[in-house]
């Protein structure tokens, strides 16, 4: 047991040392100075205590990044003129067509690939790194503070090298959606970006979020964050795609807070990746605000997808529903934790949270962990989990009437991973959901 521990200790402090070298390097590349600077400090400081997330970690628990992740990679260089052009070529493949484009790459904002000059009134875009070189940047030093005591949300403050600004003035609403595109095309390198939006009190918009891979890209780690203010009666339906290089890893957090009367519509679909983590911290700030929140995770030979959501009720007369889908093909690893907390004011509480995961071969594996905190007396929450395989006797009735094995089974996984799918708002943004578990399905056969 002596020897365990101290092996132990022994690769924390190694991982520590390495993790330092990787700052170190990147400390003349990161924007801010000043406060930006001491708030980078100290947040490593904080990631270094603690490290990657291990399974001791309750929340990590069933994703140990000690082994799935192992080490932080150095920061990938400034994209040049070759990994730009591959980087187009990604871009024109994700596109979300009729959409603004906002593109970075390798963690660095790119204007050349982005669509800044196609903005209506009332939106306004600026890159993280803009803000936080300019004079202003005391003031909008909130950006990149840390919200959470989670390490790998302090890893990305220390780290942040850019991201998107994005402000929706009050009653202004976006003529077209946004697309925010992650392009990266560095291998065996790290990218970490901070984006902030904030829609004004009636605003509304549309807004997609792609992770994807240039050709020959591999090995990367991304580590990305976003902070949401959603306004009073303001309506917000965002979608996001992780469609990462197949041995990526990509971390990925939300800190969430939305207004009275707001709605908020959210959708996360993983399908690229060796290993994924997103997770939401959504507090309904104000009164009568409602929340839908649902994803599918598809997933083949090893790969290993966790959803992880805080819904947190901190005002009375609030409604909630989070729905979410896994299907777990090969030795693919599903994680599903939903937590939701009625504060002691969020009386008329109406919340509910259902997982469910299909295994389709004896080494796939889905953990489901739904939790309630109740503080209020007068609410209304449930939630539900469960797990199991393709239902045979539907399978040998589709394939008595002509159907293949393959597309007998495509048949059910589509009907299975539509109630979630179904539960976007947007008509565009739920086919372009679907057209992510067809391209699953193709590469599935």
Not at 233 to 238: E, H, I, P
């Amino acid at each position: 047991m002596d020897l365990v521990l101290a092996k132990a200790m022994r690769e924390d402090k190694d991982n520590a040392e390495r993790a330092s070298s990787v700052f170190a390097a990147a400390r003349g590349r990161l924007p801010g100075v000043g406060r930006i600077a001491d708030i980078r400090a100290r947040a490593f400081e904080a990631y270094e205590r603690v490290g990657l997330p291990h399974r001791r970690v309750e929340e990590w628990k069933y994703t140990d990044l000690r082994v799935l992740m192992r080490d932080v990679l150095l920061l990938a260089d400034t994209p040049d003129a070759s990994a730009l052009r591959r980087a187009q070529v990604a871009v024109q493949q994700a596109a979300f067509e009729g959409a603004i484009k906002l593109v970075l790459v390798d963690g660095m904002f790119v204007p050349s690939l982005s669509d800044l000059a196609k903005l209506g009134k009332g939106v306004a875009v600026r890159t993280l790194r803009e803000v936080l070189e300019s004079a202003e940047s005391d003031a909008m030093a909130g950006l990149v503070l840390s919200t959470t005591a989670d390490a790998m949300i302090s890893l990305n403050t220390a780290m942040a090298t850019d991201g998107v600004v994005v402000t929706i003035a009050e009653g202004k609403a976006l003529r077209r959606p946004l697309h925010v595109i992650h392009v990266a095309t560095a291998s065996a390198a790290s990218h970490f970006t901070r984006s902030y939006l904030h829609l004004d009190d009636g605003a509304q918009g549309t807004v997609l979020e792609s992770f994807v891979a240039a050709e020959s890209a591999c090995g990367y780690q991304a580590n990305n964050v976003k902070i949401v203010l959603v306004g009073n009666q303001a309506g917000l339906s965002y979608l996001r795609v992780r469609a990462d290089a197949p041995d990526a890893v990509n971390i990925s957090s939300e800190i969430i807070a939305v207004g009275s009367r707001a709605k908020l519509n959210l959708f996360d679909t993983v399908r690229g990746g060796a290993v994924s983590r997103y997770q939401d911290f959504i507090t309904l700030a104000g009164e009568g605000a409602e929340l839908s929140v649902n994803g599918v995770n598809l997933l083949m030979e090893a790969q290993h997808a966790d959803t992880t959501l805080v819904v947190d009720h901190a005002a009375p007369h609030c409604v909630s529903r989070q729905n979410f889908r896994a299907v777990a093909d090969g030795a693919g690893r599903s994680v599903f934790q939903g937590r939701i907390i009625a504060r002691p004011d969020a009386q008329k509480t109406d919340a509910k949270l259902t997982m469910r995961s299909l295994l389709l071969s004896d080494q796939a594996e889905a953990d489901n962990k739904p939790e309630l905190e109740i503080f209020a007396d007068d609410v209304n929450c449930s939630h539900g989990a469960t797990s199991g395989g393709l239902d045979e006797s539907l399978l040998f009735y589709l394939g008595a009437r002509g159907l293949s094995e393959n597309d007998a089974q495509a048949l059910l996984i589509r009907a299975f991973l539509g109630e979630a799918i179904e539960e976007i708002a947007n008509d565009s943004l739920r086919g372009f959901a679907t057209a992510q578990t067809d391209r699953w399905l193709k590469a599935r056969r």
